[in-house]
């Protein structure tokens, strides 16, 4: 798929959402699409999916199959989770064994006969995931998937993302909470001010022989300066412990070590230090990849965890037609 010189703006005389966006994604890549609120990530990942129309340039190439989940699924319709599901796979011609699989696999059985509308956010979120993987897609893309969701169904999406990918699928997902973590074989993009910006590739740092996986467990915490103890659960920060080729210190009390094992948290080597560093929430992802492209291993990610609250529903993102030229 081929990103052709493509430029958005919501309205005739509004900014540019996006401005001249040149990019590919061949079958089998991960994409991440990192930047600040506001930046133009949705934007990019809407004209992805084909949900925008680009106002200038085109996107070409699409795969016949997408699967897009919005950053809010729209829960205001007249569907149970279960009935949803069913339509929706009666419309993309998908057996009804993959509504039981997805209902399964993202623990949505208790919410089957629930209505929508009466869904929490993160349980809609689950289904929204649910009805984008009813067909294999061509093409997966991810808006900020992991909100809202619990810490079993956040565990998942780089599963998932696995998954299509291996089956020559492509994935464009939008990060800026440091998840990215979980996806070491990305390639990333930036997008600042509608400009989009290609990261170049990096090979993976290798880990200490025996040294497990780092993950991302959500953690009220504190993130310091280096040499410095912070408060606890800063507003609007993420802490993220990163030390060149060190693993992280054991998980202390109230805290949850970064090894994937349980039982087994990674320790440091007898010549490392582990030094946690704080950063603004909507920098996160920004200051993760920046960190491991200097040879820094990122071990885990901590913020204030979001309430699973139920919200009101909300309308699904309609498809806006770019003006004429």
């Known amino acids: 798929m081929l990103f052709d010189g493509v430029w958005f703006r919501y309205a005739r005389h509004a900014p540019w959402a996006l401005r001249e966006a040149v990019a590919t994604v061949d079958p089998g890549d991960t994409v991440v699409v990192l930047g ?10 809407q004209l992805a999916a084909g949900v925008l129309r680009p106002v200038r340039g085109a996107v070409r190439n699409r795969p016949p199959v997408v699967g897009w989940v919005p950053e809010r699924f729209p829960a205001d319709q007249p569907f149970t989770a279960a009935g949803y599901l069913r339509a929706m796979a009666a419309l993309r011609r998908a057996p009804a064994s993959a509504v039981d699989h997805w209902i399964d696999r993202l623990g949505l059985g208790a919410h089957a006969g629930t209505p929508l509308g009466a869904l929490s956010k993160g349980t809609a979120q689950k289904v929204g995931l649910a009805q984008a993987l009813l067909a294999p897609p061509g093409l997966l893309v991810l808006d900020e998937p992991w909100e809202g969701l619990d810490a ?14 291996a089956a020559g699928g492509a994935v464009l997902v939008s990060d800026h909470r440091g998840e990215i973590t979980g996806l070491p074989a990305a390639v990333h993009w930036s997008v600042t001010s509608g400009a989009l910006k290609i990261r170049p590739t990096r090979p993976a740092v290798p880990r200490q022989p025996g040294a497990p996986a780092p993950s991302v467990p959500r953690q009220p915490g504190a993130a310091a300066e280096p040499g410095a103890a912070a408060e606890p659960g800063a507003a609007g920060q993420a802490g993220a412990a990163a030390e060149p080729g060190a693993a992280a210190e054991p998980g202390a009390a109230g805290q949850a070590g970064a090894a ?30 920046r960190l491991r492209d200097s040879g820094h291993r990122v071990l885990r990610v901590r913020q204030a965890p979001t309430p699973d609250v139920r919200q009101e529903p909300t309308g699904a993102p309609g498809a806006t037609e770019g003006e004429s030229r």
Not at 39 to 45: F, M, N, P, V, W
């Open 152 to 165: 079993h169904a956040r565990t998942l999406v780089p599963q998932i993302v696995a998954e299509v990918t």
């Open 36 to 45: 600040p609120n506001g930046a133009g990530k949705s934007t990019l990942l």
């Open 260 to 289: 994937d094992q349980p039982g087994e948290p990674a320790r440091p080597g007898p010549d490392e230090v582990v030094v946690e560093i704080a950063v603004p929430r909507a920098e996160a992802g920004e200051a993760v990849v």
